[in-house]
């Protein structure tokens, strides 16, 4: 059985992650999608909001499990039984940061690899922070993010126009 693990922020998820989700499932038996904490960024959703939007939008993924966790990456990966990390890639700017955590993470747990999935082209441009200024700004948002999560998006955004 390969199983991957797919973390992310996810604040808020978009129509990018979702095609990660997607394809990963495709490729793996298993996958989890796991909303992690990045110490870099400051979260707008709490991990319940964003865990319960992932749920729906993969709600029709069979192998796709959606899970949290405020621990080190490669701890939980291992204790998922994930031998894989997906991450997607839109630009090279993405790549210096994804290079060295992938690095770091096998050296924390050398069972674990990670795969990149190049972005699907029409999300090259997508990320959750663009979307929240966007959104915030009252910019219409309906393109980027899927129609099930539109709602709780715009509704939390709403709050800060
Ligand atoms: O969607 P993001 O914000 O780019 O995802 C980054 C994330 C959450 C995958 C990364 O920050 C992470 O792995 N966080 C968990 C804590 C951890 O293991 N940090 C060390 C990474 S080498």
Redesign the pocket.
């Known amino acids: 059985m390969s199983i991957a693990i797919y973390?992310?922020?996810?604040d808020p998820p978009t129509n990018g992650h979702m095609d990660i989700i997607r394809r990963a499932s495709e490729i793996f038996d298993g996958l989890y999608v796991a909303c992690?904490?990045?110490l870099r960024?400051t979260s707008m959703f709490t991990v319940d909001e964003r865990v319960e939007m992932l749920k729906r939008m993969s709600a029709d993924c069979r192998n796709v499990s959606v899970v949290s966790s405020e621990t080190?990456?490669?701890d939980f990966a291992g204790k998922l039984g994930a031998d894989v990390i997906v991450k997607g890639l839109r630009a090279m700017s993405d790549f210096e940061m994804e290079f060295q955590?992938a690095l770091?993470?096998r050296k924390m747990n050398p069972k674990l690899d990670t795969l990149f999935l190049t972005t699907g082209e029409s999300f090259q441009y997508l990320s959750s922070s663009l979307v929240k200024e966007i959104g915030s700004l009252g910019g219409d948002i309906r393109d980027f993010v899927p129609e099930c999560v539109y709602d709780d998006i715009v509704r939390k955004l709403g709050v800060r126009r």
């Open positions: 973390p992310g922020s996810f992690m904490i990045n960024k080190l990456l490669a955590m770091l993470n």
